[in-house]
């Protein structure tokens, strides 16, 4: 979503910086963009609906400055347009702003009735004139900040210019990411360290009402109280952020593609030295149930958690939407754990309904993706995925990263609480020890993945059906080819479908499965010669040798449950990616999609 870049520096032109800086943002989604920057003395703005290359093309090539503050917008209080764009700036103040304020209108009407007026619709207009107000007010800006952050409800990163103080930028911090990176006699802050990277991997994390005065060679972080903290400086590791895209046209398929190396990368510290590596993972077994939140890919992959936890440890688990889970009856107890899901570590709702337990004291488990993220810092313990920068707004390898490691968290579980013996551990290690081996054939079979995609990419609904497991894995199936494609996909559990769905069946109306477990496989062909029965063309994913001619079949090597999932993702993957290139839709960046969803 929102991104922000700001950099101050006594020898460099900090343009190249913030444009730079906004370009590595774009992959998180955004629909106008903009900077505010020192020229001739005076702040000028420069703002614009759409791309950074727009913006890049609409300033003054020869102009340079030595602090600036930059931004990319994902609307939400306003439409896209350069008006509502940020910076915004009010008499003496400048700011470029993530997050919302969420009692914007009776701050704006308290602004209005001192004199203020409002050019857009934005609640980040109405917290820049709220700054304003108080600096005018105070003349001082600790108090200025302190005032602000008593008055604000909801989250911010505000990166803040002040004319009357052109030697320094200003930041302040609740609930969205901020980090203020340091070079020499030069300093950068982002909503994200890997914005930066060009310019360096050594930074400082702002944690919430906290604020930082920053001049080309200093950083003076304080808390809201005004006290100066002595903050940690991290480096981030350079090797694991590989943001290029290589010889692939798309992230996504280079990042379906890197899944080769990240399952095992996940997992491997966990089952480097069999049975004992496995028994480093939490101890479960004091908890009698286990609850899982996440949003969207993260959610599906608490589900296949889910299957795992009942159907081989005998272990309650339930899984729960984050954006629905605060406001319902959630039944915590100190016997219960709740495991938070998610690749960014910066989802709103997942934060929202973590802080939620966090409130009731009750214990927290993250898998998390991106370190240091605002999940990892929250929850009492964080297990990460390994899966490296993920840049395409559709999840892949993070996926695989996250059920990879939930299914061994699951499996050390099952040895201790004798569900699962130790012959079969071995197994399951083995197996991971070889998913190079098993998911190259799958991975490589492009001519399959692109003639079902032929047959599809002109439908405009797509049903997708299963049971048990494979009814998960349909539902992130099935989000796959929406998101990128703009195929109207749904999932439905295979029985379900005589109780309604199959009345919308016609002819070629493409029906995707997938049938893995012995036990169900009868029961979901029944499903398929139903619809088939009724006109639709069926694509089927199995690892039985199933024959049938009338199906399209995609085969997939035969493994356990735990890893079982990992095989069935890859062909429906890669289906969404062939489809959505037939239908030459922005792959990487789907319409109204942002990779990190940071507002509830
Ligand atoms: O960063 P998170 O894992 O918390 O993100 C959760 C969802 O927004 C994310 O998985 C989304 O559904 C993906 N675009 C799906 O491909």
Wanted: one cysteine or more; charged letters at 25%.
């Amino acid at each position: 979503m929102c991104g922000i870049v700001g950099a101050i520096s006594k020898n460099r032109n900090i343009l190249p910086i913030l444009i730079t800086g906004l370009k590595n943002l774009e992959y998180r989604g955004y629909d106008s963009a903009g900077v505010a920057y020192l020229k001739n003395n005076k702040i000028n703005i420069v703002k614009t609906s759409g791309k950074v290359s727009k913006l890049e093309n609409k300033l003054n090539k020869s102009d340079e400055s030595n602090i600036g503050i930059a931004h990319t917008r994902w609307a939400t209080h306003g439409k896209a347009t350069s008006v509502n764009a940020h910076p915004h700036r009010v008499n003496h103040i400048t700011i470029v702003h993530n997050g919302i304020i969420e009692n914007f209108k009776e701050i704006k009407e308290m602004l209005e009735n001192n004199n203020y007026s409002f050019k857009s619709s934005t609640d980040t207009e109405v917290g820049c004139a709220l700054l304003n107000y108080y600096y005018e007010k105070f003349k001082d800006v600790d108090k200025t900040i302190k005032a602000f952050m008593d008055k604000v409800m909801g989250s911010y990163a505000i990166t803040m210019i002040i004319d009357s103080d052109l030697d320094n930028l200003y930041v302040l911090k609740k609930e969205s990411p901020l980090v203020i990176g340091i070079s020499d006699n030069t300093n950068i802050v982002a909503s994200d360290i890997r914005a930066i990277l060009k310019y360096t991997n050594k930074y400082y994390i702002l944690d919430d009402f906290e604020y930082a005065k920053i001049s080309s060679n200093e950083v003076i972080i304080k808390s809201i109280k005004g006290e100066i903290l002595n903050k940690e400086l991290h480096t981030l590791d350079l090797k694991d952020n590989d943001n290029s895209k290589g010889h692939y046209k798309h992230y996504m398929l280079k990042e379906i593609m890197e899944q080769k190396t990240t399952i095992l990368k996940t997992v491997l510290p966990f089952i480097e030295e069999g049975i004992d590596s496995l028994m480093t993972l939490p101890d479960l077994t004091k908890y009698k149930e286990i609850f899982i939140v996440g949003c969207g890919t993260a959610y599906h992959a608490g589900l296949v958690a889910k299957y795992l936890f009942e159907e081989v440890t005998n272990t309650r688990c339930s899984v729960y939407l984050a954006s629905e889970y605060r406001y319902q009856n959630n039944f915590l107890s100190k016997d219960t754990l709740t495991i938070f899901i998610s690749q960014s570590g910066e989802t709103a709702d997942t934060i929202a309904a973590l802080k939620l337990v966090k409130s009731k004291g009750y214990p927290t488990l993250g898998i998390i993706n991106v370190e240091n993220s605002t999940i990892s810092y929250l929850v009492d313990t964080c297990l990460y995925t390994k899966a490296g920068s993920e840049i395409a707004v559709a999840s892949t390898k993070a996926y695989t990263a996250q059920v990879a490691l939930l299914s061994i968290l699951v499996h050390s579980h099952g040895l201790r609480n004798k569900t699962i013996s130790r012959d079969n551990t071995i197994e399951v290690i083995d197996e991971f020890k070889s998913i190079e081996k098993l998911i190259t054939p799958l991975l490589n079979d492009k001519d399959t993945y692109l003639s079902i995609a032929k047959n599809i990419y002109k439908e405009e609904d797509i049903f997708y059906i299963g049971r048990g497991l494979d009814y998960y894995l349909s539902m992130e199936g099935a989000l796959k080819l929406k998101e990128i494609s703009y195929i109207h996909s749904e999932s439905y559990a295979a029985g379900e479908l005589k109780h309604g769905t199959i009345s919308l069946i016609k002819k070629n109306t493409p029906v995707i499965a997938s049938a893995t477990n012995s036990n169900l496989n009868a029961k979901t062909i029944s499903n398929l010669k139903e619809v088939l029965a009724r006109g639709a063309d069926i694509y089927l994913i199995c690892d039985d040798n199933y024959k049938d001619d009338t199906f399209t079949i995609v085969n997939i090597p035969r493994a356990s449950e735990f890893v079982k999932p990992i095989l069935v993702i890859i062909p429906y993957q890669l289906i969404a990616y062939y489809t959505a290139t037939l239908r030459g839709t922005d792959i990487d960046k789907p319409k109204n999609l942002a990779k990190s969803v940071t507002v509830e």
